[in-house]
């Protein structure tokens, strides 16, 4: 490389790395604004569309074919800049690229090079580039270039795949995690339990779970990396570990995965009832509340309770932690969090308070039988808002949650969906109560068949495509089962506003069909996600529902966000149907769902910003 490419580097513009490094010496100990995304003239990015017809693969073996040139002849890494800027290919696709083995590789020069492109480059392309050339051969000296680099969103991945494979540099991860928000933190968080260096370990006890939450085969491998139920039973864990832990064990015990991870962890008893007792040990926080009322619930009605406890210690467990959630010292930490600027953090005093006033009676689980009878019971039950699953009908037979012994792979339906189809008919009627994280069609669903003779109403019939375990029939009196189902559909005391005003308008709009067909919509459905205490979202579909998915018919789905006040729910119904006749909904709507080829043809942007209509013109 010669000296008049690195003077050519000090005449461009800013380079990628020299915006990074400005915005973190403004924000040193957190993310870069908004990821460091508005990046500075003369910086190219390639998000585009294109017209180009070449499939992936081929325009990666241009890139590789422009790179075996420049190793054969390594005469300007700026004409090599350049040459990376102007290739039709996405950026995207280069960070799924593999040079390490290539036998033209040489690692001195792909390291001098790589780090030449990630200092200097003004191109998104040349610095994703020059970041796999440093996979396998950047050298300790070079984290301080590499983490910085790693700072900017776009290349917080890339920064971590090459820092693992750097000697030593394992605590540097932990760095750029606390720098970092969304995949690139949980990538850095993945590749620390990889290495499994002990250097680590103190910030995975704390830190690994952020308020964006975990996906549960990752708080896994961080609870089997280092070794939380060890930690829980040995020594004396600050409070800040016993927080952290009851975020590890709520994720691990979330239904928002592919499978649900407290049956995969080997140690999920020790774990929990070692938080059992140190929970009661901590200092009060809305954190550790949050966690002591969802695993509870969890032990009552959910996946916990379906684990290999040994004889009484689930009891003992459960019995620590229904103590802990009715003592009196949460009033100070409810109280500031109810004052909080913070609406998530508003929301989450409001839910903690409704489910410490809702921990069921034994009788409620286990209602009373003359013993020729299965007894049956429904618990609705509200996740932590801050992890944002949704509201599930937990079933329980004989105290069992049957759903969560049989099915790992998804939560239970919630009861606008399903409470009305449990109904017994003298008509066997197959019901399905759960489905998976992804779809039926991808891994699976619980299905059982129901149905009423005189006055028996018997479950049975299983079918559970990816189930976990076998059940057999079972055999309830129909005026108790009735009379159970009845009080469930009654009862929406465990609703908040939103979730309430939500079913108002499902009702509405099914009373008044015409209501979306004058705007040539379909209407989908009202509801109010956990995670949104003050918002409703509108889904519905333009101009149809689509008849099949290889129709040629333009379709859109479009959802429209309704903000939700403190005055009258009754009224504010009133006034979003009136709207509805007055406005076309389409209007201020965003797309969420269809085709950009669909978009096209019915004259919508693809795709929308998302918007927060007002109920007034």
Not at 57 to 75: K, M
Not at 257 to 268: K, N, P
Not at 311 to 325: C, N, Q
Not at 364 to 393: K, M
């Amino acid at each position: 490389m010669s000296m008049a490419d690195e003077r050519r580097a000090l005449d461009r513009a800013p380079s990628l790395f020299d915006h990074a490094s400005r915005l973190h010496r403004l924000t040193p100990d957190q993310p870069l604004p908004d990821g460091g995304r508005h990046y500075p003239p003369g910086v190219t990015d390639h998000n585009q569309r294109d017209d180009i017809t070449a499939s992936l693969s081929e325009r990666r073996a241009t890139l590789l074919a422009l790179l075996e040139t420049f190793f054969a002849d390594p005469v300007s890494v700026t004409a090599l800049h350049d040459g990376i800027r102007d290739l039709p290919i996405p950026s995207c696709a280069i960070d799924r690229m593999t040079v390490e083995g290539l036998p033209w590789l040489k690692p001195d020069l792909a390291r001098e090079t790589g780090s030449w492109l990630v200092r200097h480059s003004t191109d998104v392309r040349a610095a994703a580039t020059g970041m796999r050339l440093l996979v396998g051969t950047a050298h300790p000296e070079d984290i301080p270039l590499i983490r910085t680099i790693g700072l900017l969103h776009r290349f917080g991945c890339a920064a971590i795949d090459v820092l693992e494979k750097i000697p030593g540099a394992a605590i540097q991860l932990a760095w750029l995690a606390e720098r970092s928000t969304g995949r690139p933190r949980t990538q850095a968080v993945i590749a620390m339990c990889r290495l499994v260096d002990p250097v680590t370990f103190p910030w995975l006890l704390r830190h690994a779970v952020d308020d964006r939450g975990l996906v549960g085969s990752h708080a896994r491998q961080v609870a089997e990396t280092v070794s939380l139920a060890d930690a829980l039973e040995s020594g004396d864990p600050d409070d800040e570990v016993t927080v952290h832990s009851g975020k590890l064990l709520q994720a691990i015990a979330s239904t928002r995965d592919y499978s649900v991870q407290l049956h995969e962890y080997a140690d999920a008893c020790r774990a929990l009832a070692g938080f059992a007792v140190r929970a009661g040990q901590a200092n009060p926080s809305l954190d550790l509340l949050a966690a002591a009322v969802t695993l509870g619930e969890d032990l009552r009605t959910g996946h916990a309770a379906c684990l290999p406890w040994p004889p009484g210690e689930r009891a003992t467990t459960l019995e620590r932690l229904e103590r802990l959630v009715a003592s009196p010292r949460w009033a100070q930490p409810l109280a500031e969090a109810r004052r909080s600027p913070d609406p998530m953090t508003r929301w989450r005093a409001a839910w903690a308070v409704r489910a410490m006033r809702a921990v069921p009676r034994d009788s409620d689980l286990v209602p009373p039988s003359d013993g020729r009878f299965n007894r049956f019971a429904i618990r609705v039950a509200i996740p932590d808002p801050a992890i944002g699953e949704q509201v599930e009908t937990r079933l329980l037979v004989d105290g069992r949650p049957v759903v969560a012994e049989a099915f790992r792979k998804g939560a239970p339906h919630g009861p606008e969906d399903l409470l009305g189809l449990l109904a017994a008919t003298t008509e066997p009627r197959e019901v399905r109560l759960a489905e998976a994280y992804c779809t039926e069609g991808c891994c699976g669903a619980l299905h059982v068949t129901i149905s009423l003779d005189g006055d028996t109403v018997t479950w049975g019939n299983w079918r559970a495509s990816g189930a976990a375990g076998a059940l057999g029939s079972f055999r309830f009196q129909a005026e108790q089962y009735a009379e159970t189902i009845a009080r469930a559909v009654r009862d929406h005391g465990w609703e908040w506003g939103a979730r309430s005003l939500a079913r108002k308008l499902n009702r509405l709009l099914a009373d008044e069909p015409g209501l979306l067909a004058a705007w040539q919509c379909e209407p989908g459905r009202v509801y109010a996600r956990t995670d949104e205490y003050e918002t409703i979202r509108m889904c519905f579909w333009h101009p149809r529902y689509p008849s099949g998915l290889d129709s040629d018919d333009p379709w859109l789905q479009l959802e429209w966000l309704i903000s939700v006040d403190d005055t009258d729910l009754d009224d504010q119904a009133a006034r979003i149907i009136d709207h509805l006749r007055r406005v076309d909904p389409k209007s201020h709507a965003e797309v969420v769902g269809g085709s950009r080829e669909f978009a096209d043809r019915l004259g919508f942007p693809w795709p929308c910003c998302r918007k927060t209509a007002a109920t007034d013109d």
